[in-house]
């Protein structure tokens, strides 16, 4: 997606609907009226992707004290999903975007490189949605240290 295309804050979140962990579903239209966390990541129970998902378990608590769920999302099977859920104890959705559509609206589906290999795959970035439905803030190419504090600085914020 080239640049002036990629969503900025203030714009209007894109639907979805996804199938989650836990045999359940989440859609846009479950959070009318409420802000949230959509975080997108590479792969399940891998080393950056496991401490961000454990940082943001850690912080639920904070996060719902704020009025917002946390919904993470990658493109990989609900059964996957499941099981980096429990292996990790994590309490909140993981959304399967397998088919792309998600993670191609959302502009983060991206060419990466990887020792000079070009290949395609999820660029590490969270979406804070407003009550809105509008993008309150985005944070693109996110390192995992310090990352969750800041989503959830700006989050209380709201």
Same mark, same amino acid.
């Given at each position: 997606?080239?640049?002036?295309? %990629?969503?900025?804050?203030? =714009?209007?979140?894109?639907?979805? =609907?996804?199938?989650? =962990?836990?045999?359940?579903?989440?859609? %846009?239209?479950?959070?009318?009226?409420?802000?949230?966390?959509?975080?997108?990541?590479?792969?399940?129970?891998?080393?950056?992707?496991?401490? *961000?998902?454990?940082?943001?378990?850690?912080? #639920?608590?904070?996060?719902?004290?704020?009025?917002?769920?946390?919904?993470?999302?990658?493109?990989?099977?609900?059964?996957?999903?499941?099981?980096?859920?429990?292996?990790?104890?994590?309490?909140?959705?993981?959304? =399967?975007?397998?088919?792309?559509?998600?993670? *191609?609206?959302?502009?983060? @589906?991206? *060419?990466?490189? %990887?020792? $000079?290999?070009?290949?395609? $795959?999820?660029?590490?970035?969270?979406?804070?949605?407003?009550?809105?439905?509008?993008?309150?803030?985005? @944070?693109?190419?996110?390192?995992?240290? $310090?990352?969750?504090? +800041?989503? #959830?600085? +700006?989050?209380?914020? %709201?």
């Amino acid at each position: 997606m080239p640049d002036e295309q %990629l969503l900025q804050d203030g =714009s209007i979140a894109p639907d979805f =609907s996804m199938a989650t =962990s836990r045999g359940r579903h989440v859609s %846009l239209a479950d959070f009318k009226g409420k802000p949230f966390v959509l975080y997108f990541y590479p792969k399940a129970d891998t080393p950056g992707c496991t401490k *961000e998902a454990c940082g943001f378990n850690e912080a #639920l608590k904070a996060f719902e004290g704020a009025g917002l769920t946390v919904i993470g999302v990658s493109r990989d099977p609900v059964k996957k999903l499941d099981a980096f859920a429990d292996k990790y104890h994590l309490t909140f959705p993981l959304a =399967s975007d397998a088919q792309g559509d998600v993670t *191609e609206a959302y502009g983060v @589906w991206v *060419e990466k490189s %990887l020792y $000079g290999k070009a290949y395609m $795959g999820i660029d590490r970035t969270t979406f804070l949605i407003g009550a809105d439905g509008k993008i309150a803030r985005i @944070w693109r190419k996110v390192k995992v240290p $310090g990352h969750v504090e +800041a989503v #959830l600085e +700006a989050a209380q914020a %709201l």
